[in-house]
Antibody, heavy 117, light 111 residues
Framework: QVQLQESGPGLVKPSETLSLTCTLSGGSISGYFWSWIRQPPGKGLEWIGYIYYSGDTNYNPSLKSRVTISVDTSKNQFSLKLSSVTAADTAVYYC???????????WGQGTLVTVSS | QSALTQPPSASGSPGQSVTISCTGTSSDVGGYNYVSWYQQHPGKAPKVMIFEVSKRPSGVPDRFSGSKSGNTASLTVSGLQAEDEADYHCSSYGGSNNYVVFGGGTKLTVL
């Protein structure tokens, strides 16, 4: 069964770029869609975007100007970059596999990213 | 797109049933049978409980059921148990721009 693990800095300065990587184990990244989702402290979930293993992407319109999601099939990884971050981008960031009907399963354990100077 | 609307809280006693609503628009919930529900315990990642409005992944108890009417989807938890106390989030496929939208989450308390 596929497992996902997020990794990256837990602290990012305002105006800088947040970078996270999701590494898969127990399965292949090929043939599927993969997504990033975030959850600000005490708030609901927000879909950031998804990527097909071929590299095709789709982003949340509210974040589209600042988001880049990429994939590295040789490493069984996909990544998130979010530029020009502010305190409002402080959140737990999750990566997840996307089912055929926009079902997210499974999820990584999540990683907290704090934006602060 | 706007977030789906969920009540912030719901509660019930052990053994009772509780229903959580999730209201969207004809562009998301009402337009597609692609509503999912996620259970999230404190400090844990969400877990899918219902997909495609009413389907249960293997391993999810049949106490959990989903339905939809118009632009509103619902999650019903029957025979409430203490371990059902958690946050529940709905999501829907948004169609034309291939986006996904979540609700604000509902905290379910088992009294």
């Amino acid at each position: 069964q596929v497992q996902l693990q997020e990794s990256g800095p837990g602290l990012v300065k305002p105006s800088e770029t947040l970078s996270l990587t999701c590494t898969l184990s127990g399965g292949s990244i090929s043939g599927y869609f993969w997504s990033w989702i975030r959850q600000p402290p005490g708030k609901g979930l927000e879909w950031i975007g998804y990527i097909y293993y071929s590299g095709d992407t789709n982003y949340n319109p509210s974040l589209k100007s600042r988001v880049t999601i990429s994939v590295d099939t040789s490493k069984n990884q996909f990544s998130l970059k979010l530029s020009s971050v502010t305190a409002a981008d402080t959140a737990v960031y999750y990566c997840a596999k996307v089912g055929g009907t926009s079902r997210f399963d499974p999820w990584g354990q999540g990683t907290l990213v704090t934006v602060s100077s | 797109q706007s977030a789906l609307t969920q009540p912030p809280s719901a509660s019930g006693s052990p053994g009772q049933s509780v229903t959580i609503s999730c209201t969207g628009t004809s562009s998301d919930v009402g337009g597609y049978n692609y509503v999912s529900w996620y259970q999230q315990h404190p400090g844990k990642a969400p877990k899918v409980m219902i997909f495609e409005v009413s389907k249960r992944p293997s391993g999810v108890p049949d106490r959990f059921s989903g339905s939809k009417s118009g632009n509103t989807a619902s999650l019903t938890v029957s025979g409430l148990q203490a371990e059902d106390e958690a946050d529940y989030h709905c999501s829907s496929y948004g169609g034309s721009n291939n986006y996904v939208v979540f609700g604000g989450g509902t905290k379910l308390t088992v009294l």
